[in-house]
């Protein structure tokens, strides 16, 4: 885990990072202060150093713990540890870390600070929550889908880093033909062997590697050769070099890479005994547990080859057949007398036991010394036993017994095994010592295989779920080349659903600029925000998306609003929070930004918070970014919008049995319909409140057109009666007319082109209340086009009105 210190810079924020373990530090500048928040809520670390600079905010008045700016990261650091620091603040925290980890002061520490030019930048804290690349209570958990449930620790880590912090552009397109050739590999591919970097140089550092990392370090060098000798993967190795540089910081090429990684798995098979040798067995003796030999040599057999220690191998195993001879001569009389004995439940008993607390074999009975002496076999041992003391002198039990020369046999076998121990262990420290001086390699190719690993993973997790690779284009160079710009997905499934299975329902987006969506509750339009946000990052990471094709621009920033809380500990409502961070998405929107704001300014009262919404779309409007804001708030449509490119986009709906259905498809225009008393009736509302409601809201409905009557004059006659109560009722009529008309005509001439029937012409009626149809359209196919009291459109066709 690193040392984190934070202070405020000419850019924004700066965050350095220090690895004691890995002697690294980098330096992270120009960060929002969401990014941020973000970095430290999903980092883990030993200490937080904050920086002086920090109680002032751009202005220069200490006001950091107030609202505004600097108020999250506050709320962010109040609650943990942390200490001030002055001074420059990179020198401060290395003298820091050197401090707390007794470091010498010429310990060096190397710059991996990957540079910021030409990437995106990293994701704010609403978008990780909100999009789940931050484990979020009810939030589908990206990992989850991008990677198969098999696929867990530093591969996992490695995306979600990925994900949070999106990789340069050059980076991306890299991973992404990396991924491309890893999905049409027909070869069998190495079981990718992972070790954490930072606990490998630090068993080499303290000389405590053991046997076992060592086999995995020779693991992981041979499958880097494995990759580099197979034809179809010598590609893929090549490439990875790139993204294990930027994860690293270190700069090796492949063909270093392979002669270092054959160089070492070759010293490493010279000392390290593999699995198989034959000379490494335990000891074994027919008179001595096996159990007492497996535990005294299995911490050191097996660990180095046995030509290395030839000597203290053959004196080991002298010494092991000197103790079975004097335990076949002290004891083995003995229990051959008393098996021999005949005598009924309560005579003699006795074994060779393994006494394993004291490490030793003794002789273990009761009621074995004759009443009479009589010469007889095993006497003569019986008089040689003695009782058995631990290693303080005090007795052992009534039942353990020994003989000075079992004992002394018992003392020349531990010292020939501690002796062979203690070289086994020399030899593992020397080698530990020789790798240090290779520890760059070894870094670069554990990281190397935890990235192949981590992208095969999620290749074969993608095709599975029959997801594809993005074009990824630079909206820049596509408009100085006259080509499109814009991001188009056909077929754009959630990212929590599996296509496999055949779930989900599939949009088509082309987006060119803003869209203002609007749709019923239930309708889709979050799902459709969260869909493209993660489908846009995954293409920017260089990954997979679910769609059926896709062409993403290399977005400079992906912000994703949606739904706040209020942060009592901060003193700030849902609404301030809300404004906190569409503050933050206007202030770093581009005309390169992907912006997603679901739900605009529903945490105040509707009428100034369709004006600041109304707002807010402008301002997205002028920057030129792409995006989508969705609402409820209608009456933003009758405000006199400043927009230039902003589009109008809906989520669909379709009436099924007298009943409106949402559809889940995005559509051109405009959606009033909320479907609000049906999600109410749905989720289990009470039957009595939801017609309350419904009486409720003809109420007042009826209440405004009263009060627009009065406004304007009493009501026409019958016979005048066309709706034309204002200007703006006449020009709503006239707009719904030529869109019918449009509709129809065009309808019409794709039915008749083939006959060549159609003459044209599209005739349309108003009918007024208490007024009927004409004549003519009896018998007559017709669409009719009903205005309801919410002022939205209820659209139908008819064989004939009546």
């Not at 990261?73 to 707390?100: P, Q, T």
């Not at 191998?313 to 005949?342: G, N």
């Not at 003519?776 to 205005?787: E, K, L, N």
Request: with cysteine.
């Amino acid at each position: 885990m690193p040392v984190v210190g934070i202070s405020r810079s000419a850019k924004g924020y700066c965050m350095v990072s220090v690895l004691e373990t890995m002697k690294t530090f980098s330096l992270e500048d120009g960060l929002t202060e969401e990014a941020l928040v973000t970095k430290l809520r999903t980092c883990h670390y030993h200490y937080l150093f904050l920086h002086k600079s920090l109680k002032n905010n751009s202005s220069g008045t200490s006001s950091w713990r107030e609202f505004g700016e600097g108020g999250l990261l506050w709320a962010e650091c109040s609650g943990r540890h942390f200490e001030w620091l002055l001074g420059d603040m990179l020198d401060e925290i290395l003298f820091k870390v050197k401090e707390v980890y007794g470091l010498d002061d010429n310990v060096a520490f190397r710059n991996v600070t990957v540079a910021s030019e030409n990437r995106p930048r990293p994701l704010h804290l609403g978008t990780a929550s909100q999009i789940g690349a931050i484990q979020t209570e009810g939030i589908p958990f990206l990992l989850k889908y991008l990677l198969p449930s098999n696929c867990t620790g530093l591969p996992a880590m490695y995306f979600r880093d990925l994900l949070l912090n999106p990789p340069a552009y050059a980076t991306a397109s890299t991973i992404q033909d990396i991924c491309k050739l890893m999905s049409n590999v027909s070869c069998t591919i190495p079981e990718f062997t992972c070790i954490t970097p930072s606990k490998l140089v630090k068993l080499l550092e303290l000389r405590e590697t053991n046997h076992i990392e060592f086999w995995k370090i020779k693991s992981v060098l041979d499958e880097i050769l494995q990759l580099y000798s197979n034809s179809e993967l010598n590609e893929i190795l090549r490439l990875l070099v790139d993204p294990t540089w930027v994860a690293t910081g270190l700069k090796i090429d492949m063909e270093t890479l392979v002669k270092e990684c054959e160089s070492v798995s070759c010293r490493i098979g010279e000392i390290i005994s593999l699995d198989g040798e034959s000379n490494q067995k335990m000891s074994s003796h027919v008179n001595i547990p096996n159990e007492f030999f497996e535990e005294m040599e299995s911490s050191w057999k097996g660990r180095v080859k046995r030509i290395h220690l030839l000597e203290a191998y053959e004196e080991v195993d002298k010494a092991a057949e000197a103790l079975s001879l004097a335990v076949t001569e002290d004891f083995l009389p003995i229990v051959s007398r008393i098996k021999a004995s005949t005598s009924p439940f309560g005579g003699p008993k006795g074994e060779i036991a393994y006494a394993r607390e004291h490490k030793a074999v003794w002789f273990k009975g009761k009621r074995f010394a004759p009443a009479v002496w009589a010469g007889t076999p095993g006497e003569e041992q019986i008089k040689q036993l003695r009782p058995c003391k631990d290693s303080r002198g005090r007795k052992v039990g009534e039942e353990w017994f020994t003989t000075v020369k079992v004992e002394d046999a018992l003392t020349r076998y531990h010292e020939a095994g501690a002796n062979a121990k203690e070289m086994v262990l020399e030899l593992l420290r020397e080698l530990s010592g020789e790798l240090q001086a290779k520890v760059n390699v070894l870094v670069f190719a554990s990281v190397l295989l935890v990235i192949a690993k981590a992208l095969f993973a999620h290749v074969s997790e993608g095709r599975r779920r029959k997801w594809v690779f993005p074009t990824l284009i630079d909206p820049f160079a596509s408009q100085e080349t006259g080509q499109t710009s814009g991001m188009q997905i056909t077929g754009l499934l959630p990212y929590w659903f599996d296509a496999a299975e055949g779930s989900g329902v599939r949009n088509t987006i082309d987006m060119k600029s803003m869209f203002l969506l609007t749709g019923p509750n239930g309708g889709g339009k979050s799902s459709l925000l969260r869909s493209i946000c993660a489908a846009s990052l995954f293409g920017i990471c260089g990954f997979m998306v679910p769609a059926e094709s896709a062409t993403i621009p290399q977005f400079d920033s992906i912000m994703l609003h949606m739904k706040s809380y209020d942060s009592p500990a901060d003193g700030k409502s849902s609404f301030q929070i809300e404004m906190s961070e569409l503050r933050s998405i206007i202030a770093g929107g581009t005309s390169r930004s992907l912006v997603l704001v679901d739900e605009i300014c529903r945490g105040t009262e509707t009428a100034k918070g369709t004006c600041i919404a109304a707002s807010i779309v402008e301002t997205l409007d002028s920057i030129g970014c792409l995006g989508i804001v969705s609402t409820h708030l209608h009456d933003i449509f009758k405000l006199p919008l400043t927009i230039k490119n902003t589009v109008f986009k809906a989520m669909g709906s379709q009436h099924v049995d007298g009943q409106t259905k949402p559809t889940w498809q995005l559509t051109d225009g405009i959606c009033r319909e909320s479907l609000a008393f049906e999600t109410a009736k749905n989720e289990g509302v009470p039957e009595a409140i939801i017609q309350r409601a419904e009486e409720l809201y003809v109420s007042m409905h009826t209440t405004d057109e009263q009060d627009f009557i009065n406004e304007n004059g009493s009501h026409k006659t019958d016979k005048n009666l066309t709706l034309e109560l204002t200007d703006r009722t006449n020009n709503f009529l006239e707009e719904v007319e030529n869109v019918v008309s449009m509709i129809c005509e065009r309808g019409l001439i794709e039915v008749c082109k083939m006959r060549s029937e159609y003459e044209g012409g599209i005739r349309c009626v108003v009918i007024a209340p208490r007024q009927q149809p004409p004549p003519s359209a009896v018998g007559a196919s017709s669409v009719y086009v009903i205005i309801r009291p919410d002022n939205s459109l209820y659209v139908g066709q008819a064989s004939h009105l009546t």
